[in-house]
């Protein structure tokens, strides 16, 4: 008979099948640190239990032998996976890389070899001796190198178990459940592998250790399945606090460091003293650390760290407490903000910029208007201006029944004054009257250049007599003033008022109002005032020839 299926066997058979139920579980929640290696040490188990079941069950001696050189794949390949899941799960699996963790296979490699060709050396079995009748089982007598490759499987077992206490350790509650999950897994197997080294004829010679993964299967059945310890995903601490970027420093009640992550090391500088020094001696620079951390009180500051290169840090202190008021100490938070706040700097150093060009933009375009609105020889408003503002105030007057009173002003013999004395002398005449006109009017008057020696004056509110009065004063002012500016004959002003809505019902008619007053002044004698007539006061027989009323008197 080739094979018999024996209770042992069945074991084994049993504890593959359900390994590789546990394995399609944790393939499913392997978003936790080592999850996806896991399922690769669930199946290692799975092999290990499968040749195991299979050295079990078949009777010849060869086979036996065959199947139990196969099982140091499954039992190395264990003791290497459980070496990297707890590597990856505590978060130190920075030293399992590359080459590194090719390394770790080398002993399951040798120890495959040395099973293959122990026929020649005995190294690993010395003798073969059957097991109790019945039993289909042979209790193997092993050599020095089986104890060599035990060992190092332990030191791998060792390691892992060292790593996942030192992570249950310093973890909260959720790891470590799942901390204990594992190690219980773990426990079984360690203590039967210890009883068949030590006692190998124990159970009849059969190798317990496969067997008892069926308990670590059930552990993590249960852990998975029922309790589902793995479904909060752990974050190892060096991913909080070591890879922070933010400087952390814990100071006890003396103010000593006694914690500091790297981030903490490179901002400040710190040696490997730093640690259980106070820190205004391992930073000299900031000896009121020690005092915010005294206070016992929350802080959140912003301070510059150094001056050349100049840095600036953003500190939170939080005071840390036993259970009750007790306080043990302090956490200090440092962010580096240099670049933000240099480039809050620079933000507002663009918008005062910004602020400045818009102020220089609307002076400019203040300039342009007044450009586009005044006349540039006399300073008063124009034609255009006019155009703009005076059917408003009109409207405004019909609306609020007021009036508006409108005098047309012309340069006497202003056409002769050019002839005899030149431009520039007639430009001044134009420039005296434009800054006398300033003088005599009020912020809600309009004083504008009609065109060519021809001005005109809107007074809103004011009636004809008050029109009146106002140019009958810049008349006598206009003459004192040539007189003092050196003029020997200095020409006069002739001017023609009339008024919204008396003399006219729209802005043209009242133009044209006072510039036929101003046209009958002109008639009379010059060097007068003269109003509209309430009809309107056209003049059909004026002359368009005469030298005043052409291209110098009306044109704009």
């Known amino acids: 008979m080739l094979w018999v299926l024996t209770s042992a066997a069945a074991v084994m058979f049993a504890t593959t099948v ?28 799975a092999g290990w239990s499968l040749v195991a079941g299979l050295e079990a069950a078949f009777v010849p001696l060869e086979w036996k032998i065959f199947w139990s050189s196969l099982e140091y794949l499954g039992s190395g390949a264990t003791g290497v996976l459980f070496l990297w899941f707890a590597a990856k799960y505590s978060g130190h699996d920075r030293w399992l890389r590359g080459r590194r963790h090719l390394a770790l296979w080398i002993p399951t490699a040798v120890a495959l070899a040395l099973a293959a060709t122990n026929v020649q050396h005995g190294w690993i079995w010395k003798d073969f001796l059957p097991g109790p009748k019945g039993s289909n089982s042979v209790i193997y007598i092993h050599g020095p190198a089986y104890f060599v490759v035990v060992a190092v499987v332990y030191v791998y077992i060792v390691t892992a178990c060292a790593l996942l206490l030192r992570s249950a350790f310093r973890a909260g509650v959720p790891r470590r459940r799942q901390t204990v999950t594992v190690l219980l897994a773990a426990a079984l197997p360690v203590v039967s592998s210890v009883l068949y080294m030590i006692r190998p004829g124990l159970l009849g010679g059969l190798n317990v250790v496969p067997a008892s993964f069926l308990a670590t299967v059930i552990v993590f ?11 909060l995903v752990p974050v190892a ?83 840390l407490y036993e259970a009750g008021p007790r306080g043990v100490g302090c956490l200090i938070v440092m962010r580096d903000i240099t670049k933000r706040y240099e480039a809050e700097t620079a933000l507002q150093q663009a918008n005062e910029q910004l602020r400045s060009h818009v102020r220089q933009i609307e002076k400019l375009q203040g300039e342009l208007r007044e450009q586009a609105i005044r006349d540039s020889l006399t300073g008063l408003f ?3 201006y006019l155009d703009e503002t005076l059917p408003r105030e009109l409207a405004r007057a019909s609306r609020e029944a007021g009036i508006v009173a409108a005098i047309m002003i012309d340069v006497d013999h202003f056409k002769e004054v050019n002839d005899r004395r030149g431009h520039r002398e007639g430009d001044r005449l134009l420039s005296l009257l434009g800054a006398l006109l300033r003088e005599h009017t009020r912020p809600s008057d309009i004083a504008c250049r009609y065109g060519g020696e021809e001005f005109l004056i809107v007074l809103p509110g004011a009636s004809v007599e008050a029109a009146r009065v106002r140019i009958e004063e810049i008349r006598r002012e206009y003459a004192l003033r040539l007189r003092t500016e050196g003029f020997a004959e200095p020409p006069t002003l002739s001017a023609g008022v009339a008024v919204f809505p008396t003399h006219a019902r729209s802005d043209d008619e009242l133009l044209r109002a006072a510039d036929d007053a101003l046209y009958r002044a002109k008639r009379e004698g010059r060097d007068r005032v003269r109003i509209a007539a309430e009809t309107g006061d ?19």
């Open 382 to 384: 124009n034609r255009r």
């Open 237 to 319: 601490r060096h991913a909080l606090v070591e890879r922070m970027p933010d400087a952390i420093l814990v100071l006890n009640t003396e103010a000593r460091i006694i914690d500091a992550n790297p981030s903490a090391v490179t901002l400040l500088g710190l040696d490997d003293s730093a640690v259980g020094r106070t820190a205004s001696e391992a930073i000299p620079a900031w000896p009121h650390l020690g005092l915010a951390c005294s206070q016992q009180e929350e802080r959140h500051v912003e301070l510059t760290l150094s001056d050349d290169p100049l840095r600036y840090v953003d500190v939170r202190v939080t005071p």
């Open 221 to 231: 059945v249960l852990g998975l399945g029922f309790f589902r310890v793995f479904d």
């Open 538 to 556: 056209t003049n059909p027989n004026f002359d368009a020839g005469d030298p005043e009323s052409g291209a110098e008197a009306g044109a704009p």
């Open 18 to 45: 359900l390994s590789f139920v546990v394995c399609a579980l944790a393939w499913k929640r392997r978003s936790f640190p080592g999850g996806a290696t896991l399922p690769l040490l669930l199946l290692a188990v």
